[in-house]
């Protein structure tokens, strides 16, 4: 019963949060109106596409991602299979709960007749993948991109310190890998190759999540595409573990927001966030009904 009580109240205060985003959004937009007509004046309508084109092609990445984790517990999926499972089940991450998602993908496993505790050691290992490595991705890229804006954090690293201090998140990033590899994952290091491969991917689908973000932008750089990089690989891991706002609604926002307080973009930042948010959105309700409409073409040429 209290356990029942207590899920209720996550759900109301997931509600709660959602409703007061809005209104922050509705807020900051008619108190800011000057501001976000003339964003929409500078940045060509060709950026947005590009940026959800990029997204998908990280979805895509991402995707397999989920098929190595099933395939390290010994189950092997088609590559449709699992990004159709990917697409739709990525959906239930907006409705209040925020456990949607995992209940989804969890009920998916368990319709193919995959192994209850197999499945749950996938999810896990898969989420412990994609937060790691946005986190690391997100610390390497600010200490490149924006080590002098770190100084207002009063926290001042020269160049030698910067660098070695790159080294070692890296570093310990690979070698707690390896240990979760090890010791937790049923394949532990046999498929070495396929590991290393699953390291490139997932800094590679970050790198095209966060050049999407900088898509959004005024104008486009290597900074920028840095700090892009930086501040939202950052940013999605602190909304992903923040259980209270579904999809991370709201937290990655304000996280972006603060991460480039210190940064030529301070005043923009809420515009973009929103704006990137957006993009977010469509792109996986897109390919949503993508997977929809195929797996239905499909399900009629069966015989």
């Not at 898969?126 to 924006?146: K, P, Q, R, Y």
Request: hydrophobic letters at 55%; glycine letters at 10%; charged letters at 15%.
């Amino acid at each position: 019963m209290e356990k029942l009580k207590n899920s209720k109240l996550l759900a109301v205060i997931k509600w709660v949060w959602m409703a007061l985003v809005l209104a922050a959004v509705v807020w900051y937009v008619s108190r800011n109106y000057g501001e976000v007509k003339d964003y929409f004046r500078q940045v060509h309508w060709l950026r947005f596409p590009l940026s959800m084109l990029l997204m998908v092609l990280a979805k895509a990445i991402l995707a397999q991602v989920s098929r190595i984790s099933v395939a390290y517990e010994g189950w092997q999926p088609g590559y449709w299979k699992m990004f159709s499972f990917y697409s739709l089940t990525q959906l239930g991450k907006y409705l209040p709960g925020g456990v949607w998602h995992f209940v989804g993908r969890f009920g998916a496993y368990k319709a193919e007749n995959f192994d209850t505790k197999k499945s749950l050691k996938a999810i896990i290992a898969e989420n412990v993948w994609l937060i790691s490595s946005a986190l690391v991705v997100g610390m390497c890229f600010l200490l490149v991109f924006n080590a002098e804006g770190l100084g207002g954090y009063g926290i001042h690293l020269p160049g030698h310190s910067r660098w070695a201090a790159l080294a070692g998140i890296a570093a310990a990033w690979l070698a707690g890998m390896l240990l979760f590899q090890h010791f937790f994952v049923s394949a532990g290091l046999k498929p070495l190759r396929q590991w290393l491969g699953l390291i490139g991917l997932l800094l590679l689908a970050w790198l095209l999540i966060g050049l999407s973000y900088a898509c959004v932008f005024p104008e486009i750089n290597a900074r920028v595409a840095g700090l892009a990089i930086g501040g939202f690989s950052l940013s999605w891991s602190i909304g992903y573990l923040t259980i209270f706002a579904p999809g991370g609604i709201g937290v990655r926002e304000l996280a972006i927001t603060l991460l480039f307080s210190t940064t030529p973009y301070a005043g923009l930042s809420p515009i973009l966030a929103t704006v990137h948010r957006l993009v977010w959105v469509l792109t996986e309700v897109l390919l949503g009904v993508v997977c929809v409409s195929v797996d239905a073409i499909l399900k009629k040429k069966e015989p």
